[in-house]
Nanobody, 123 residues
Framework: QVQLVESGGGLVQAGGSLRLSCAAS????????MNWFRQAPGKQRELVAI???????NYADSVKGRFTISGDNAKKTVYLQMNSLNLDDTAVYYC?????????????????WGQGTQVTVSS
């Protein structure tokens, strides 16, 4: 089907920046949505940012003005630029994509998740 591979996580000091990437592979016909979620220890997974094929974006209030989501449909990749990181941004970050893939003669919808990448912000 469709697999997503994330990269770019790591340890950063408060106030620093990181850029996450998520690349999709497989017989993808089209990608409709590209999203980033995160899950902090002991908390539920939350939506961080979304981008549509039309380029519209939306962000969680907690990251507005600090995070920027961008997508490259040709490269089947979504990015998350994270600036002014603070301790509350520490979490495992997951990318998620939805769209259509080709399976033989058929086209089927997909909804895939990455394996997650750890982002740790230190004081």
């Amino acid at each position: 089907q469709v697999q997503l591979v994330e990269s770019g996580g790591g340890l950063v000091q408060a106030g620093g920046s990181l850029r996450l990437s998520c690349a999709a592979s497989g017989s993808i016909f089209s990608i409709n949505t590209m999203n980033w979620f995160r899950q902090a220890p002991g908390k539920q997974r939350e939506l961080v940012a979304i981008i549509t094929t039309g380029g519209s974006t939306n962000y969680a209030d907690s990251v507005k003005g600090r995070f920027t989501i961008s997508g490259d449909n040709a490269k089947k990749t979504v990015y998350l630029q994270m600036n002014s990181l603070n301790l509350d941004d520490t979490a495992v970050y997951y990318c998620q994509m939805g769209g259509v893939y080709s399976s033989g003669y058929y086209k089927r919808p997909f909804n895939s998740w990455g394996q997650g990448t750890q982002v740790t912000v230190s004081s």
